[in-house]
């Protein structure tokens, strides 16, 4: 036999467990698809709710407020740009689409890198997945979430999720491995609950390198918008997508520039999210 004509097909192995998984967990996968759409839908509706310019005014007071003048301006920069582009619906459907999977996201690998953190076994067990996940193309990960979700925003955001989770989760193990045992052995010492170690002690001192890690899953996440517009889940993507399959460069590069502008609003919103001090 010539080696050449050797094949090997992982789709005809993967394609049964997908019909399998289908047939006997589809109510589950339809749970996960209306928490998500619930979510997505809500905060959608709460960013297209107002005016685009009251939008605008309240994220620059809140930014002033939480951070610093300069922030505040920058924000109203940001999101003046992609009212003036003529993409403020595609760039609000694509902030909630980023915060819901962002969220979940940090939902999911915030404890397990503590616990990968804390026991060696566990994280011994989930380095060789997070190297391979992130190894792995992005678009690779929306086929078996279309397989099992269909078209559309459900399984852009669940591929996104999953192309988010292992900056977050390694930079929390790294977080927690490299707390001085020092300030732990004092809050016990001192009678400190673990509880209150971890909120009081351990989180605060994290805080640096765990923000690194909310930094990344968010640019992370923002690089599969283009990609999420190919399965139809909206967005900056699909005006990109739109642009590209017409070939019509002032709409693609419009919608291009609004993505780096939101990227640019959510990184530095970010940066600030756990220094930030009420006036």
């Given at each position: 036999?010539?080696?050449t ?43 297209l ?13 809140l ?21 003036l ?9 694509t ?11 940090v ?11 804390r ?11 997070l ?72 989180i605060?001192t ?10 990344q ?22 005006e ?40």
């Amino acid at each position: 036999m010539n080696p050449t004509e050797v094949t090997f097909s992982p789709g005809q192995y993967l394609a049964p467990i997908v019909d399998w998984l289908n047939t006997n967990f589809h109510f589950v996968f339809l749970a996960i698809s209306t928490f998500i759409e619930a979510i997505l839908g809500g905060i959608e509706k709460a960013l297209l709710a107002p005016p685009a310019y009251v939008l605008i005014l309240i994220v620059m007071a809140l930014a002033f407020w939480l951070i610093n003048v300069r922030i505040a301006l920058f924000s109203g920069a940001m999101l003046g740009f992609c009212l003036l582009a003529g993409l403020w619906t595609a760039s609000m459907q694509t902030i909630a689409l980023v915060s819901v999977a962002v969220l979940i996201a940090v939902v999911i690998a915030f404890p397990l890198g503590i616990l990968a953190a804390r026991v060696k076994k566990v994280e011994a067990a989930i380095l060789p997945v997070l190297n391979i996940m992130q190894t792995v193309p992005p678009w690779v990960y929306l086929i078996p979430a279309v397989m099992l979700f269909s078209l559309g925003r459900v399984p852009a955001i669940v591929a996104t999720i999953v192309y988010g989770i292992p900056p977050m989760l390694r930079l929390t193990t790294l977080a927690f491995k490299q707390l001085p045992k020092e300030l732990l052995e004092l809050g016990q010492a001192l009678g400190a609950s673990p509880r209150a170690v971890l909120l009081k002690i351990e989180i605060p001192t994290a805080a640096p390198t765990l923000l690194v890690g909310l930094n990344q899953c968010i640019l992370l996440s923002l690089a599969m918008v283009v990609l999420a517009g190919l399965v139809g889940a909206g967005g900056l993507g699909a005006e990109v997508t739109r642009g590209l399959t017409r070939m019509e460069m002032g709409l693609g590069l419009r919608a291009g520039l609004a993505i780096v502008a939101v990227a640019l609003l959510l990184d530095r919103l970010s940066r600030s999210l756990l220094q930030f001090r009420p006036r």
